[in-house]
């Protein structure tokens, strides 16, 4: 139950941990974080932490571990086979989803890589809601193609709907018998998918989902990788979950599902991943592939003592208090920002607030990338890093025309257990800002682009001297101050 306030003004996130080690962070003036930005090439992946105040980039292995999971490093047994470690990470894995199998990887689009070169073959479709980059480029690397079925209300920008993430199952059914069951490599669900806004999906629909693989005889796979948060809505937003605990939801997922995979740099708050399944015959089909790609199967490429950190990490992901905080720090930013009239993906999903920059910046068109011209304002602006999620995260189609996204986003990912209340407060306070000096932000042009996975190292320039006008206005709203 949500504690609340007694005066209802005081009404805020109350965080169910305290802060036991700090890090100190660095607020750059407003004309280094101009050199900053354009010395990375308006590309804030290529931004150096040491010139970011808010590191919202993303919540992958970046956040805050807990007392337990860091004693639990200290225990690690580092024998290359039979490491006590890696049972520990079978027993946790075995407690939150019941299943017998496990192989373990480095990290989620290693899970992903393992899965594409087993079951994608030249020719072959892999459904899912929607599409993840790194998801979509392992399935085009060996020949196959990706199909979106998620809800056209998925897309809607704004609306009250609490699973935006749902698959149409009409679609779903209409699309496996369009390409024949035999030619669908697998059902992908994502928990939580990414690009549209981390909105959730809910416990019915992956349920149904899994029905329908089954009548066709069809995989069905779920990317566990933000299932946390996905569980935090389906028991704070669907009704047949109020009364069901988190473990009893995790273990009828896997129940239903034919393979379940997880980056653990999310689930888990570590650094790592895994495959498991209850199906010992699809987990050998796999099992190859971990010494091939990964390392014995014991560690899968992983440290073991980021092994033992998230065996206690999955733990963790099973208790309310622990998992509540992300998705109420981000409905907590997102009701600012709505407060303040900025365009912003309705309702709160998880992972972050998503800005909607197709609506930030209306008359700027997709090829002058709206989301990372909106990212790079927000840094010089207040020093936050933001991810692009639009049209920079796709990738050009064979013939070289872009793939225009179907939503222009920037995300502002909420680490779970390392920002504070005023934190959040400053980084609503810089976008509300930048949505009141939209007029100066313009485009951007590549000048260094890459084929594959543009968006991590791929460099643009500014087209015009927007940032330097949006700096100087920067300047004149607030004096001196940083």
Partial sequence: MAVKFYKSENQVPLEMHKVRVVQKLNLLPVEKRLQAI???????????????????????????????????????????????????????????????????????????????????????????????????????RCGGEVIEVVDSKGLKPQSDDPFKGNFNLNVLEETIRQYGPENVAFVRVEAGTNLIGGQPVSL??????????????????????????????????????????????????ADKMDIIYFSSRKLGFGRGGAITSHNESLMKSLMEFIPLYEGFLTYGGMDVRSIEAVAVGLYESLDMDYISQGPEFIQYLVKELDDYGVPVIKPAGGLG?????????????????????????????????????????????????????????????????????????????????????????????????????????GRMKEIGHWQEDLTEKFRMDFGDSL
């Avoid at 400053?426 to 000048?447: F, S």
């Fill in 38 to 140: 354009q010395e990375a090439g308006n590309n804030t992946f290529l931004l150096q932490n040491k010139d970011i105040y808010m590191d919202m980039l993303t919540d992958s292995g970046v956040n805050a571990m807990s007392d337990e999971q860091t004693a639990a490093m200290f225990t690690a047994d580092d024998s290359y086979a039979g490491s006590e470690t890696f049972n520990r990470l079978r027993r946790a894995v075995k407690e939150v989803f019941g299943t017998e199998y496990l192989l373990p990887a480095h990290q989620g689009r290693a899970c992903e890589n393992i899965l594409a070169e087993a079951f994608v073959k030249p020719g072959s479709v892999a459904i899912m809601n929607f599409h993840f980059t790194t998801t979509k480029a392992h399935i085009t």
């Fill in 353 to 457: 607030a998503h800005l909607n920059c197709s609506e930030i910046l209306p008359e700027l068109p997709h090829n002058q990338y709206p989301a990372a011209a909106v990212a790079a304002a927000l840094y010089i602006a207040g020093g936050s890093r933001g991810m692009e999620r639009g049209t920079v995260s796709e990738q050009r189609e064979p013939d070289g025309t872009e793939r225009y996204a179907e939503l222009e986003l920037l995300r502002l990912a909420m680490p779970r257990r390392v920002f504070t209340l005023s934190q959040v407060k400053y980084c609503a306070d810089r976008v509300k800002w930048v949505w009141d000096n939209r007029d100066l932000i313009g485009g951007l042009q590549w000048t260094e682009e890459p084929k594959v996975l543009r968006f991590f190292f």
């Fill in 204 to 253: 019915e629909n992956m349920l149904a989902v899994a029905d329908v693989c089954h009548k066709y005889g069809v995989m069905s796979v779920l990317d566990a990788s933000l299932l946390q948060d996905n569980v935090y809505f389906m028991k704070t937003r669907e009704a047949q979950c109020k009364y069901m605990t988190t473990k009893q939801i995790y273990h009828l997922l």
